[in-house]
């Protein structure tokens, strides 16, 4: 069995967390050596008794093979952060999940996308404002990423899910595990027409700690984070706060100063976070990450050097351009970067995403970025 198999069993085994892979992954046991381990050897590398007994025990090639049937049955696939496929801008967070399980379009994991959140119980207001913001990103190409839940999540996906970018749905348990159940219909549209994913296997129910994990992927997945309506105590702050330490945009639409429901994404505002009132205000930021709208080849100094023609396949904007022929001449740090192509930090971070993107750059330990 190669590393995504034995990865995809270690992820099945319940109490096997984020960390404890990580640690075995660092041991050099995502192997085959990983099915003649002991629990000894197992502990020896950090893991708790309890946990290196039960892999010494369950772990085997007949039950990774039995896990991956079930799963296949169920209808569900998976992609690892091994793939090709893993979406580049996930990679870059904080804990990227090892497994997503997913039904539906795995395409739209390369699409740029927005996270919309808000309230489970939204005002009119607020319910309006999402639908109609959520649409008009959607038909303009952005894909709308949200977390499944009651009012605001379920709006935003209703109104996405026709549109030309599509929705995401991230779910916080096992694909089997439908919460909020009268969501059902939604989900089935949304996993035919767009894409809905989970970290969770198969057969995880629904517990208030996994939403806060889940909310990592939302803000993960995406250019930026907008909040559509949320009291102080709202979890779509979490997602926020997400947005934020992966270096995402946070942006937030006000609401009436008397409304609790407003509370969250005023305080954002007074914060830092960009003031939207029309879906204008964010397209303005996305424009070259949207086909329709992205710029050609143009800048004559880019386009006669010999790294010319791959900017102009890869379909980059004279800045990525600029950027892409600064690092064809070998990698850079952050501070490199700023020094010799002149962009402040916040244009150069969103330069720097669209070319991760469009997988013309990635990035190494140490915020240093070089070309594929």
């Not at 900017?311 to 700023?338: F, M, V, W």
């Amino acid at each position: 069995m190669n590393k995504r198999d034995i990865l995809f069993g270690l992820h099945e085994v319940e109490g096997i967390g984020w960390r404890s892979i990580d640690k075995i992954c660092k041991a050099g046991f995502l192997s085959e050596r990983a099915f003649d381990c002991t629990a000894e050897d197992w502990e020896r590398i950090g893991l708790k008794q309890g946990m290196s007994n039960r892999l010494a025990k369950v772990l085997t090639r007949d039950w990774i093979n039995r896990r991956q049937s079930g799963m296949e049955s169920a209808r569900v696939s998976m992609i690892t952060v091994f793939d090709d496929t893993y979406p580049e801008l996930l990679k870059e967070t904080p804990q990227p999940p090892w497994i997503i399980y997913y039904r539906g379009r795995i395409e739209l994991l390369q699409a740029p996308g927005i996270a919309m959140v808000g309230t489970r119980v939204p005002t009119v207001y607020g319910r309006k404002v999402g639908a109609v913001l959520a649409e008009e990103l959607a038909a303009s190409g952005l894909t709308v990423v949200s977390g499944l839940a009651r009012g605001i999540d379920s709006v935003c996906h209703e109104a996405a899910v026709g549109q030309s970018g599509g929705t995401i749905a991230v779910m916080a348990t096992g694909m089997d595990k439908i919460y909020p159940s009268e969501n059902r219909g939604l989900l089935e549209r949304i996993s035919r027409e767009g894409l809905v994913i989970t970290e969770y296997p198969i057969g995880t129910k629904s517990h208030p700690g996994l939403f806060p994990q889940r909310n990592r992927i939302i803000a993960g997945l995406t250019l930026g984070t907008v909040v559509v309506e949320a009291d102080s105590r709202s979890g779509s702050l979490i997602t926020a706060d997400a947005a934020l330490e992966a270096g995402r945009d946070v942006f937030a639409i006000p609401g009436p100063i008397t409304s609790p429901k407003s509370r969250g994404a005023l305080e954002l505002i007074k914060q830092g976070a960009a003031l939207v009132t029309g879906a204008a205000d964010i397209l303005a930021e996305y424009a070259s990450f949207l086909p329709e709208k992205g710029n050609s080849l143009s800048n004559p100094e880019v386009e006669n050097t010999p790294d010319g023609t791959l900017c102009a396949e890869k379909n980059l904007t004279s800045d990525e351009s600029r950027l892409y022929h600064i690092l064809h001449q070998g990698p850079c740090s952050l501070d490199e970067l700023l020094e010799k192509s002149g962009m402040d930090f916040g244009h150069l971070h969103s330069v720097l995403l669209s070319l991760i993107i469009k997988k013309a750059v990635t990035s190494l330990p140490g915020a240093v970025y070089k070309v594929i």
